[in-house]
């Protein structure tokens, strides 16, 4: 199996638990110093993003930089990471860093539904998590939700994108009006379902003549342009998208979206405080509950000799076929400090 088909296979199958899984780690910069020389950095770079490459192409996601200034490195990768210009631009990042080590210099990049790889800027090591997926939440109105005054989310974001520290560059469905109108149909199309199933007409906020929201008009090009974040030309532009929430008042609850990613939830209003109370009393014995849990599977894990693992990042990954791995296996741990005194105890009483 080739490098770049055997990345692919441990992408998936990295289990959906929300840990972090190591992918990729090139040896060719495992150091994780920077070269002083561009033309050894530019032989580096050809090999240590490969696996980077592979997992970009295989999500459909346009190759970007987010350090470097200007909108051409759009468009001429993977040659741009091993430029002189990102070169140039990666030193100064790498300068800043205190220690001059590579652990400050990852990018986590978001592929959706719950899925992030991030990687080193600088030694090519690629890793992956996946989040437990979130069962749909069926509901038209906000009445048919179980819980009152929590929000609830009805659908997620077509990007997962950080929320105030955004740049253009991580919105692709802002790239261009195609990419908007391949993106965010279903969005649209979910929320004028809810607009109507609440009986309720929100007015484009961005739009000059306020136009009631229709899914055929956020879809519009005249619509997008209006948009801050499509507005401006500069592609490193910092974007809150915190600044995109639209909020509604319905008749038993709040409705609320966002204008840039997509995302809709839902509130219930509480008929009154008592069924308030009574929630927030069986919230608190559900994680009082979760609590103790948590606490005796501790005391478990220290009575039977298993510590909590110090890398969490194992160098193989669990597959339906398991791949071939050059890192030797993990020698088995030692008995816990408690039970080694508990042993020792026991052969003094014995010795006595």
Known sequence: MSGVAEVVARWQGVPTDGGWYRLACPEANADGQLPADPSIWKDLAATIFADVEALYRHHGLPLTCDICSGAHHHYYFPEHWGSKKHFGELTRKWEKDSNRRSDGLWRSVPFGGGCYMKFNRVTGEVQGRREPPIPPCQARRPGQLQKVERWVQIRGPVHEVNDDCSTK?????????????????????????????????????????????????????????????????????????????EESIVDDGWLKFNYLS???????????????????????????????????????????????????????????????????????????????????????QQQQ
């Open 262 to 348: 997509g995302e809709i939830w839902m509130k219930r209003r509480a008929r009154n405080d008592e069924e308030l109370q009574l929630q927030e009393s069986a919230e608190a014995e559900e994680l009082a509950a979760a609590r103790r849990q948590h606490e005796q599977n501790q005391l478990d894990e220290i009575m039977g000799g298993a510590g909590p693992s110090e890398d969490p990042l194992p160098t193989t990954i669990p597959l339906p076929v398991p791949l071939p791995s050059s890192a030797p296996a993990p020698p088995p741990p030692g008995p816990s400090p408690f039970l080694q005194e508990q042993q020792q105890q026991q052969q003094q």
């Open 169 to 245: 560059n991580d919105w692709p469905n802002i790239w261009s009006s195609q990419a908007w109108k391949d993106a965010m149909p279903q969005s649209w199309n979910h929320l004028q379902a809810l607009l109507e199933a609440n009986r309720v007409q929100v007015p484009c906020k961005y739009c000059p003549t306020r136009p009631f929201l229709t899914a055929d008009h956020l879809l519009q090009k005249s619509h997008t342009n209006e948009l801050p974040c499509c507005a401006s030309r500069n592609p490193g532009m910092t974007i809150n998208k915190n600044e995109y929430w």
